[in-house]
């Protein structure tokens, strides 16, 4: 398994808190909240369709296992998620490894009161030439 050497996710040795064969779990530095886990590959994946079936598998696997842990504890429930921007550029809120984001949430929480009640102005109604649209381009051609 290939290391890349200034990639800090490949490097993590005491941080990781859990991990299973191919994946691994710790909290993220900086994070959004307490309890803000990263679900990341052992091996250096930038591109999400490059995982394996077993490293799906087993991100999962672990991302289900925090989810248990988190939920009722430091929330009601988790946002999860997974951004790919090769457009940005790697700094501290940016690593070129492929990571899942475990954020715990509940009801007007701090991400809510800070941010995302001003999110619902971005949302608009599907229109049929849209759907028409991407229904098209996932064709199998």
């Known amino acids: 398994m290939a290391k890349i050497t200034d990639c800090p996710f490949c490097n993590l040795n005491e941080r990781v808190l859990k991990e299973n064969k191919t994946a691994q779990a710790f909290l993220s530095n900086p994070r959004k909240v307490p309890g803000h886990f990263l679900v990341t590959p052992k091996r250096h994946v930038e591109k999400p369709w490059e995982l394996t079936k077993n490293e799906v598998q087993d991100i999962f696997e672990l991302i ?13 429930g988790v946002d999860i998620r997974v951004n790919y921007r090769p457009y940005r550029p790697q700094g501290n809120l940016k690593v070129n490894h492929l990571k899942f984001h475990i954020i715990p949430r509940y009801e007007n929480d701090y991400l809510f009161q800070v941010s995302e009640q001003y999110e ?15 229904a098209k381009l996932l064709k199998d051609n």
């Open 64 to 76: 289900a296992f925090l989810e248990q842990k988190l939920v009722g504890k430091l929330g009601d």
């Open 120 to 134: 619902k102005d971005l949302f608009t109604e599907l229109d049929r030439g849209e759907l028409a649209e991407f």
